[in-house]
């Protein structure tokens, strides 16, 4: 069973709000991820983190920028919601320690921008 | 570049046998993952292959051939819960170790 948690799962907010979407995971991986989905669409990479003051972009652009201050959280902010940033975001974890480092996935934050 | 390909949609009924594809092309390769994602859920891991051949789990299979780029995911015994999308992604350790995700199978199991 993972332990990654995302918060908000849901949130409805006007555009050019700032806002943070958080991720926790507590079981000590190293490694982290942010993907963007859109409904019947694939996964798109983008942010990652190797662990600690390390932050990565992934192949998708995105106008949001991450942090990873602790192990155990990876949150992400958008500084100027806009309707382009509907979608869900996903917060992923994995420790590439193991040989399988198979991912774990959060439940996702749906995002609408009005 | 990367590219992973999937049958956008399959069908099949409760019951029955059914073989989802995945073809790839990528920079590296460092294992090849299957995930299931019901609507409005995250993926859940399924299974992993990393050498060729068969890898058996319950109800579910996964096939790789390095060689020719392609995997299979088998699923036995269709139950309607196993209605949802099948994400084929490959872990590319020249891509930073990062997963590449194909676009997803969506299979309807009909009664």
């Known amino acids: 069973e993972a332990d990654i948690y995302q918060t908000p799962r849901y949130l409805v907010i006007g555009t050019g709000k700032k806002i943070t979407l958080e991720c926790s995971q507590t079981?000590?991986?190293?490694?982290m991820y942010w993907y963007q989905q859109d409904p019947g669409m694939e996964l798109h990479l983008i942010h990652y983190?190797?662990?600690?003051?390390?932050?990565e972009k992934g192949d998708l652009s995105s106008e949001s920028t991450v942090s990873r201050i602790r192990t155990e959280h990876f949150p992400l902010t958008l500084e100027s919601a806009r309707p382009s940033h509907t979608s869900q975001y996903l917060c992923?974890?994995?420790?590439?320690?193991?040989?399988?480092?198979?991912?774990?996935f959060g439940p996702g934050t749906r995002l609408l921008v009005l | 570049g990367q590219n992973i390909d999937q049958p956008t949609e399959m069908t099949a009924t409760e019951g029955a046998i059914v073989q989802i594809n995945c073809t790839y092309q990528?920079?590296?390769?460092?294992?090849l993952f299957w995930y299931q994602q019901h609507a409005g859920e995250a993926p859940t891991f399924l299974s992993y292959?990393?050498?060729?051949g068969l890898e058996e789990k319950g109800r579910f299979s996964s096939f790789l051939s390095r060689s020719k780029g392609y995997s299979y995911l088998l699923l036995k015994e269709l139950q309607m819960k196993d209605s949802a999308s099948y994400l084929c992604?490959?872990?590319?350790?020249?891509?930073?170790?990062?997963?590449?995700f194909g676009p997803g199978t969506r299979l309807s199991v009909l009664p």
């Open positions: 992604a490959v872990r590319d350790n020249v891509y930073g170790q990062n997963f590449v």
């Open positions: 992923a974890s994995s420790e590439p320690t193991t040989g399988q480092e198979t991912q774990y």
């Open positions: 990528t920079s590296g390769f460092n294992g």
């Open positions: 292959n990393v050498l060729d």
């Open positions: 983190s190797y662990g600690v003051n390390s932050t």
């Open positions: 079981m000590g991986h190293d490694k």
